[in-house]
C-alpha cells in the first residue's frame, strides 16, 4: 500500500493552533459545554467511563435516524468523526483494481484512500458557470463506466460552498443507477446553509446510497469527535470494519452528542450556525469586492468557507507559505483541491478575528501587486 499524503489535513494539523489569525479552519466558531448541557452537568459528572455501545448507544442511533425518514437505529453507524464514517464506507469497497469516481473539488480523503487502495479514481469536477459552482454532467458520465463501484459526492461542498440542485442530485443518481454504482454522499455541512433552509438529503433519493456526516461542521462541535453512516441495510456491515478502526465513540462524546441532536437543542444550535454565517458572509464579500481587480468568488450557499479566485502570478501553496511566514495567518491553499490560483478562507469565526486575518491577506495581496505579480 502507498500513503498518498492527506496534504490538507496535515497542512492545518502543522499550523492551525500556532498562527495568530486562523482562516482554514472549516467550521464555525466553537460550541462551549455549558451551551450544550443546559443544567446537566451532574449527569455528565456522572457519566460512566466504561465502553460504550461500539456502534453508538441505541438512544444516539434513534436521534441520528430521526434525521432521515424512513430509516431505523439499525441504518446508523456512529463513528468517530465523519473522516471515520468515510474511511469505513471506503473500506468496504475499496480493492485493487476497483473503479472510484470522486467529485472534485471536495474534502480530498475519498480521493486519497481510494488512491492508497489502489482503486482506479476518475475526478468529475464542479465548474464555474452563470455565477454559480455547477455539476459537470459530461464529465460525470465520462469518469463513471460499468465498472464503476462507487460515486463520491460532497453536498454542500467543501470548499466552493455550493449546494447541487435537485436536477444535478436526480442525474447523479441516474447515472449510478445505470451501472449499479453507489452513492457516498459526505454531508458534513447540511444544516449550516445561508437561506436557512436545509439542504435534501441524498437519502431516500436512490437505494444505493450511503451518507456520511458528524457534529464537527454545522453543529459545531469538532472536539466531541462524533460522526455518523447512515445507510439502509448495510450499516451492519460497515460496522465490522469498524471493529477494526477505532472499535467505538468515546462515552462522554456519545452522552453530549445525545443532547446536541435533541430537536430543541438540535434547531437551536443549527439556527445560531446560521446566524454566525449570515452576519459574517457580507465582511469576506466586501472584502472580495474592495479588490475587485485581482479577486472574486462565487458566494457560498451553505458552510463556513469561501473559495476565492485570485489573478497574480504565485502559486496558492507559495502565497499559503508567505501568508503563514510574514502574516502570521493560515489559509487553504486550491493546490489541496488539485487546482490553481485559489484560497480557501473560513469565514465562520468571530468578526473581529475575521476581520483581523481578512487585513492581512489582504496587505499580503496589495504588495504582491505593488510588486506587479498580476
Known sequence: MKLYPFALERWQSTYENQVEYNLAESGVHSLRLHEILDGEAADLLAQKLGYSQTNGTQELRNLISGLYSGSTEDDILVTNGSSEAILVSLLSFLDRGAEVAVMCPNYMSTWGLAKMFRAKVRSFWLRERQGRWALDTAGLRKAVSKRT???????????TGAVLSEDEVGQICEIAEKVGAWVLSDEAYRGAE?????????WGRYRKTIVTSGLSKAYALPGLRIGWVAAKGYAGKLWAYHDYTTIGPGAISDFLARRTLQPEKRARILARTRSLLQANLPIITSWVERQQDYLSFIAPKAGAISYVKYSLRISSMKLAKRLLTEKNTLVVPGQHFHMGRYLRIGYGGTREHLEAGLQRIGEMFASLQATSAV
Open 149 to 159: 463501484r462507487l460515486i463520491a459526492i460532497c453536498n454542500p461542498n467543501n470548499p
Open 194 to 202: 445561508l437561506n436557512g433552509k436545509e439542504t435534501p438529503s441524498l
